[in-house]
């Protein structure tokens, strides 16, 4: 029977790793299911976010401080070593975000819209219409 | 002063094109840009094949990044495989180079020529970067750097055709999700071994045995560069970026990015985690291989339907990367001998065949395959060096697809699985139609009245016909990419412990 017993302790001890997937699994959904060219990008930085949580929680020891050098021996630290991953992997996110918020702003400057819906018309115009021209979009 | 240098060749190798990117920024408008550019990716070939050259006999480079040494420090670690990969990347790039001046200047505006080479460099820097670390939170570091720029290099097509933004942004989206499931697992790695040293991480995992974390990790790792390398179905970014991006670009991206991508997958799946472990093996033989087999003919077959030239090279290199995780999926040396050897040849002939497209687009103002009629008369040279690297393309004998896909059906004749052995010949079959329907286009029908087209300049030829000469020559004489790529596969067969149990 004991076997069977949920354990609610492995399951609120590991409160991050729950929260880090439903931070994961929200953002990509976003990601996927929306139509909107921003609210897509909304959904890769949480997507993004919920890897910084999860490598940051890795780090942390019970009790233990940053990793300052105090003179008392007996000093427990947290591992620094993610938490300089993350600041690498958070300059990388932010880079993409800038790369994929200025492609929505040409977007949003050629083609009118930032609806993937109506951009897929749009496309679908120039592959199938009655010889829509192609190219030389920019002014 | 070559006694200075040569200790710090590795560092070099990735520093020199970061560092001249944003210098190349300055340089006004195109010329002097383009200059600097030729001159930086050459300087970074000549230190490729210093590398490969040391590494030929199977030396294995270990550069501490600052003195810091491993695996606290980040070490680049140059073996034979990295330096094979390091040669094409940077190769490419030289050879690209003096191709996309006259081009670019054709696609794209004077004023934003200097930013262009700009991007350029830097996807060269992070595609070299991703090769040759030893640390592999550095790989996501670097695979970033590449992306980004590539994703700027896609949208700048957008001078000759909108849709090179959407092309980009999908990219984007879609590279983005996958380098967050490989950093993702990553972090599954780390949190099993506390190392990011991709020798250290082998050693430890070794110790560490079986556990679902691993397990997750590995998962994540593959769907991550899956992404990244358009393994089928997740190659949904490939056609419209490859399509849609100035020529020069879709010909140095499709002769490299993908190959880095492979790359890491190779690096990952039997150094780092190749330890005695059934299910990472299932996974590959039962996943990845039918996938690739899938690719090989559902990319071949859509590649027959397209009219645009670049979109149907690009549904043909889904299939030909069917054939590079096939190899790989076979788990055995010849099969990785196979893998690694097509890197180097589909990078050869799909780099020729890309900048015919766009000899095609210089001087015919179009890739569009029905308009091409009667081209092959008009543009010679051009229509010429689409023959060769097309009959490269379907494998046949002098060429260098011949040398992939003998090693490809050795391979899988040793395990006795000869109906995929016929599957490989039979998908090379649907090569010969989109080839061929080309050709057709091109030699057998008239030129409409009224088109006149000339050949395409000197400085796109002789890069194109560069390419076209060494998809031959190492067809005729595969010693040196066969011996490499042997080398390697019985290197990463002995770093891995994968027996496949029957």
């Given amino acids: 029977m004991s076997e069977l017993a949920i354990d609610l302790e492995f399951i609120l001890g590991r409160y991050n ?42 780090g942390k020891v019970t009790g ?33 975000t800038a790369v994929g918020l200025a492609l929505v702003v040409r977007i949003k400057e050629t083609y009118g819209t930032i609806e993937e819906d109506e951009i897929l018309e749009l496309e679908h115009d120039m592959d199938f219409g009655n010889g829509a021209p192609q190219g030389g979009s920019r002014a | 002063m070559m006694a200075l240098i040569e200790p710090h060749l590795p560092a070099l190798q990735v520093v020199i094109p970061l560092v001249a990117a944003p210098f190349c920024m300055m340089l006004g408008r195109g010329g002097l840009a383009w200059i600097f550019a030729s001159v930086v990716s050459l300087a970074t070939f000549v230190i490729s094949i210093a590398l490969f050259a040391q590494t030929y006999d199977g030396t ?43 081009s670019v200047a054709a696609e794209i505006p004077a004023e934003r020529q200097a930013l262009f080479y700009t991007a350029f460099l830097l996807c060269v820097a992070g595609l070299l970067g991703v090769t040759i670390t030893g640390d592999a939170f550095n790989v996501f570091v670097f695979l970033e750097i590449s992306s ?53 991480l082998a050693v430890r995992i070794a110790d560490h045995g079986d556990s679902s974390t691993l397990r997750m990790g590995f998962v994540l790792i593959l769907l991550g560069i899956g992404l990244k390398l358009a393994m089928f179905p997740l190659h949904l970014w490939l056609p419209n970026a490859y399509a849609y991006a100035p020529s020069a670009v879709t010909a140095f991206l499709a002769a490299t990015a993908t190959k880095v991508a492979v790359y890491v997958m190779l690096r990952f799946m039997f150094t780092v985690l190749g330890f005695d472990y059934e299910f990472q093996a299932d996974t590959l033989r039962m996943v990845v291989l039918p996938l690739a087999i899938i690719a090989m003919f559902a990319a071949s077959l859509v590649a027959i339907f397209q009219d645009d030239l670049k979109r149907m090279l690009a549904y043909s290199s889904v299939a030909q990367i069917g054939y590079i995780l096939l190899g790989l999926s076979l788990l055995n040396e010849t099969g990785i001998t196979a893998s690694i050897v097509h890197l180097f040849n589909h990078a050869v002939t799909k780099a020729a065949l ?50 992939s896909k003998w090693y490809l059906v050795l391979a899988t004749l040793e395990l006795g699985w000869w109906p995929v052995a016929l599957m490989i010949m039979a998908s090379s079959l649907l090569a010969i139609i989109y080839v061929w329907r080309v050709v057709e286009v091109a030699y057998l029908q008239p030129a409409p009245a009224g088109v006149t087209r000339k050949e395409a300049p000197l400085s796109m030829l002789i890069p194109t016909w560069i ?36």
């Fill in chain 2, 60 to 102: 294995i480079i270990s550069y501490h990044m600052g003195g810091w040494a491993p695996p606290i420090g980040i070490e680049y670690r140059v073996d034979i495989l990295n330096a094979f990969v390091l040669l094409i990347v940077s190769g490419s790039a030289a050879l690209v180079l003096p191709y996309a001046r006259s």
């Fill in chain 1, 17 to 58: 790793y729950w929260l880090f997937s439903i931070l994961m699994m929200t953002g990509l959904y976003i990601t996927v299911s929306r139509g909107n060219l921003i609210k897509k990008i909304v959904g890769l930085n949480i997507f993004q976010t919920s890897v910084f949580m999860l490598y940051i929680s890795l």
């Fill in chain 2, 354 to 403: 890309f900048m015919v497209a766009g000899c095609f687009i210089f001087s015919a103002g179009t890739s569009s395959i029905s308009k091409l009629a009667g081209v092959g008369r008009d543009m010679p040279w051009t229509t010429a060096a689409f023959v060769a690297g097309g009959l490269s393309l379907i494998g046949l004998p002098l060429t260098v697809g011949f040398i």
């Fill in chain 2, 148 to 200: 980004l720029a590539t994703y700027a290099l896609v949208a700048s097509g957008a001078w000759a055709n909108k849709r090179a933004l959407t092309a980009a942004y999908n990219y984007l989206i879609m590279g983005t999700i996958g380098a967050t499931f490989f950093v993702i697992g990553i972090g599954m790695l780390y949190s099993v071994t506390g190392t990011l040293n991709m020798a250290d």
């Fill in chain 1, 64 to 96: 233990g401080t940053a990793p300052i050098l105090t003179g008392d021996p007996d000093t427990v630290y947290s591992n620094p070593l993610p938490h300089v991953l993350i600041l690498t992997a958070i300059v990388v996110g932010i880079a993409t």
């Fill in chain 2, 467 to 502: 390419f076209v000469g060494l998809s031959v020559w190492f067809g005729v004489n595969a010693m040196l990419t066969a011996t490499a790529a042997g080398r390697a596969a019985s290197a990463l067969i002995g770093s891995s412990h994968i027996l496949w149990k029957d």
